[in-house]
């Protein structure tokens, strides 16, 4: 199979765009916990961009099973191969889980998930207090989780970009 040399133009807009997004909600949403002055703005905010990273996940993941991404490196460790492989399939579980477990969550809870004046999401789980017990430190536990990974990706980014200086960080970074 011919492998292209970089992510599509697609993949490269999405990756970099819910990178930004989803930094701005671990930093809304860890503001949330220890602000109670700001609170409901931080939860006006943190609501649509949930369900934005939820949508492009979507987008981005059907581009992926599309799209094949470039190769690795040949000359790659095996360990290393199946950390890069594994993360990214972890990542995208993330972006599409922790939306789906925030937007549960407040459904369990009761609370009306409102986008926006007048535009609201339907429930998806029935109102649910023990639901709602459960989801809730999933959905932080979750949070440090992506934050973690997102850490170790940078990392193997970095180190692709400064130790090894192959062509990884620039399949990502650049186009054809």
Known sequence: MNRPRHFNLL????????????????????????SLRHREFLLDLHRPLGLAILLLAIVRL????LNAPPPLPADLPRVQVWAATAS?????????????????MLSAGGYP??????VNLPAILPHSPA??????PLHGVL?????FTILAHLGAALYHAWVRRDEVFGQMAKGD
């Open 11 to 34: 993949a490269r807009v999405l990756h970099w765009s819910m990178a930004a997004a989803i930094l701005a909600m671990l930093f809304v949403g860890a503001a949330m916990v220890v």
């Open 62 to 65: 059907v581009n992926r099973l």
């Open 88 to 104: 990214h399939w972890a990542l995208y579980a993330l972006m599409l889980a922790m939306p789906l477990i925030g937007w549960a």
């Open 113 to 118: 998930i409102v986008l926006f004046d007048g």
């Open 131 to 136: 639901m709602y017990g459960f989801l809730r």
């Open 143 to 147: 949070a440090y989780v992506l934050f």
